[in-house]
């Protein structure tokens, strides 16, 4: 390939970075519309589980329908993340089409820089033949003045042409150091846009946490009679501490004695209520007992009967025999998940 062809190439790639660069706002922009539309969509279920809670107050025995689950919340919810995989994916591409983008310009670089060597090793050759000709010249001066005047003229053209290769050659490094800094402008940018993308979405978990209630308000005597089949039964209660996972313990205090269940209270005490010391992990464990040999009791179909329940009811809950008293259930509370 020759220097034309070279220069021709290098600027259509700096012209197809430039799109590139343009297209990553494009995705920038789409991750930004989905955070928009799934914060819509919390806001709007916070309302609605916000409304039921205070009619809940006001009816407590009353049982009505369940409310028609919102298609419009549901499609700008899946819209939401859909725009966000997008967006996230098109980053990942563009990043991906920038490495191979500079790859390109480079290798052009390289390829230009080693015919402009070339050249320039090609007309110092040139010289140095021409200056042992013109010595030759002024040897044979009187006998052949033409062949000095050729020699000359040879030796003042060779030197044109080296001073021509070296203008070239400064040329071409000071574009190979314009591209590489607009390269590493390019990678700056990319990673300012992933910072600023995980920034955002660890606001929008903890918006989403601040905003979001587990409840079991409204459970019938279905659930009642299921638990009453395990009796007799003692239960405790703990939680992390927080609004949302301490009015979930209230209301999980209050069933299994509603079906029998012997309440022994908040485990450990902080301040009055069940928080726990130490971290628990998210969503909720119902522990039961685990002899020092592994046998178990019916502290065990009792824990996995009320965390089905749970699941059953939108709760994320497991059930896990750990505990060391027999025929006692422990109920532990953890953050809200969020993925």
Known sequence: MDESALRTLLNNLDASRSSWHGLLHVFTFLIIVGLGFDLFVII?????????????????????????????????????????????????????QAGKMETQIREANDALLSLVIQEAGTAKSSAETAEGAAKGAKLAANEAAGVANT????????KARVADATKKLVVVE??????????????????????????ERAKRIRLQRAV????????????????????????????????????????????????GWKWLGFKPFINGNGCAMEKLPEGVTVTSYLGPNGETDSSKDAA????????????????????????????????????
């Open 174 to 199: 000071t574009q190979t150091a314009t591209l590489s800094q607009q390269a590493d402008s390019l990678r700056r940018e990319i990673a300012d846009e992933k910072a600023a993308l995980e920034s």
């Open 304 to 339: 996995e009967a009320l965390a089905h329940w749970l699941r059953q009811n939108g709760i994320v809950a497991v059930a896990y025999p750990s505990g060391s008293l027999p025929r006692t259930v422990g109920i532990l509370i953890g953050p809200m998940p969020i993925d």
């Open 44 to 96: 709007k279920e916070f309302w609605d589980d916000l409304k039921e809670f205070r009619y809940r107050q006001i009816h407590p025995y009353e049982i009505h329908l369940p409310k028609r689950p919102s298609a419009v919340v549901l499609i700008l919810g899946l819209i939401g993340t859909a725009l966000i995989v997008i967006g996230v994916w098109g980053e990942l591409y563009v990043d991906v």
């Open 151 to 158: 020699a000359k003229s040879l030796a003042d053209d060779a």
């Open 212 to 259: 979001s209630q587990r409840s079991i308000g409204g459970y019938g005597s279905d659930v009642l009679a299921l638990l009453k089949s395990f009796v007799p039964i003692d239960f405790s209660v703990s939680c992390t501490p927080g609004r949302e996972t301490q009015f979930l313990a209230g209301q999980l205090g209050a069933m299994p004695q509603n079906a």
